[in-house]
């Protein structure tokens, strides 16, 4: 089992910047990748950035170049790093991990507001 705390989240004008926290605890050692997904108010949930226990990672085309994925491994904590917000990044951004076994794991989520 992998618990996962997130934080950060909040109101920002646009063109601001938020830094969002994802603390994993439990069988940490079983985690192959981790990653945040969104999900705004009457849309599907989607992929925003992820990244392998390789350090390897992935972001969605509409986050390119304004959003960092990053990890500390030591801290079993995944950090987003948001800059240049726009309105339309609000949403509920949820933490995710993905187990060696393919068993996947949500945070409970933290919302992002983002004024025009």
């Known amino acids: 089992q992998v618990q996962l705390v997130e934080s950060g989240g909040g109101l920002v004008q646009a063109g601001g910047s938020l830094r969002l926290s994802c603390a994993a605890s439990g069988s940490t050692v079983s985690i192959r990748g981790m990653g945040w997904h969104r999900q705004a108010p009457g849309k599907q949930r989607e992929l925003v950035a992820d990244?392998?226990?390789?350090?390897?990672?992935n972001y969605a085309d509409s986050v390119k170049g304004r959003i960092t994925i990053s990890r500390d491994s030591a801290k079993n904590t995944v950090y987003l790093q948001m800059n240049s917000l726009k309105p339309e990044d609000t949403a509920v951004y949820y933490c995710?991990?993905?187990?060696?076994?393919?068993?996947?794991?949500w945070g409970q989520g933290t919302q992002v507001t983002v004024s025009s």
């Open positions: 990244i392998s226990r390789l350090g390897t990672t």
């Open positions: 995710k991990a993905v187990s060696d076994m393919l068993r996947g794991y």
